[in-house]
């Protein structure tokens, strides 16, 4: 324990134990989501040793790279929210979500993979909306379109994409939801909450942090099949069938685990957004 007398000048090792005991309580409370998780941190690490077709294409190259960065992001989410800091978490899920976007988006396309690699500042020329437009589109039609339909099937599907990426921004950026919820994490017995950063271990977070994980998983699990499918192997490949043998794994334990989840009671809303 720590004096009461300078316990501020202490903390930074004291917060170090009390993240400690914060992996030990989310090893009980996630331990679902933990096989899960390295199923698809492992999965999405093979797609990129698959030998196909497309396998030297510029299109593919350059999507690995954004691939790597949303494993990355993947393994940095997966450790603040076992560490409890599930908003931070949020942070790296937004950048995450934009990065798994632009692999669904870029790995067949040439063209798109052109639009990046000539553009003068080094950008990624499409916002966010634009990308869950076309992720959307690819999902429901198998590839990216020049140009938007106009019906109801698309639009629910992009906006549906969008409003997630919505929840994380409204995560990421300060809002006094977010505020007022991760204050809850800090509240003494008087109800006063201590200006200080502490780990979440609540009962009442296990909501946010069961909705970053279908996220994260989500986006790398799409990216991954995405970035699998363009590099066309060969339907006999051991390799390949090995590889969809496990992703059907991984999809069915995602559904399981969505259903069992607690995200229904998420205290965080992306309003401003209508679905009409």
């Not at 999965?43 to 698959?50: D, G, N, Q, S, T």
């Not at 109800?191 to 200080?196: L, N, Y």
């Amino acid at each position: 324990m720590i004096s009461e007398d300078n316990w501020q000048d202490h903390y930074w090792n004291y917060l170090a134990r009390l993240e400690v005991g914060a992996i030990d309580r989310s090893f009980e409370d996630l331990k679902p989501w933990d096989s899960l998780a390295e199923d698809c941190m492992n999965l999405a690490i093979k797609a990129p040793f698959l030998k196909g077709k497309n396998s030297g294409s510029k299109s593919i190259k350059l999507s690995a790279a954004f691939l790597k960065r949303t494993m990355s992001d993947f393994r940095g989410a997966w450790l603040l929210i076992n560490w409890g800091y599930p908003y931070q978490a949020a942070c790296v899920a937004a950048s995450l979500y934009e990065n798994a976007l632009v692999v669904n988006c870029l790995v067949e396309r040439q063209d798109l993979a052109d639009e990046v690699l000539l553009n003068k500042n080094g950008d990624v020329p499409w916002g966010a909306q634009k990308l869950c437009k076309m992720a959307a589109y690819k999902d429901l039609y198998g590839s990216v379109p020049d140009e938007f339909p106009n019906d109801d099937e698309f639009n629910t599907a992009w906006k549906m994409c969008y409003h997630n990426y919505k929840l994380l921004c409204k995560m990421k950026h300060p809002t006094l939801q977010q505020v007022a919820d991760e204050t809850r994490s800090a509240l003494n017995h008087k109800g006063e909450f201590a200006v200080i950063p502490l780990p979440d271990t609540r009962n009442e977070s296990l909501a946010l942090k069961h909705m970053l994980m279908i996220i994260c998983i989500s986006k790398l699990f799409s990216a991954t099949k995405c970035f699998a499918k363009a590099v066309d192997c060969a339907s006999d490949d051991p390799e390949h069938e090995q590889f969809y043998s496990a992703a059907l794994k991984v999809y069915s334990n995602l559904k399981r685990c969505i259903g069992e989840s607690k995200i229904k009671d998420i205290s965080i809303k992306a309003y401003g957004f209508k679905f009409t």
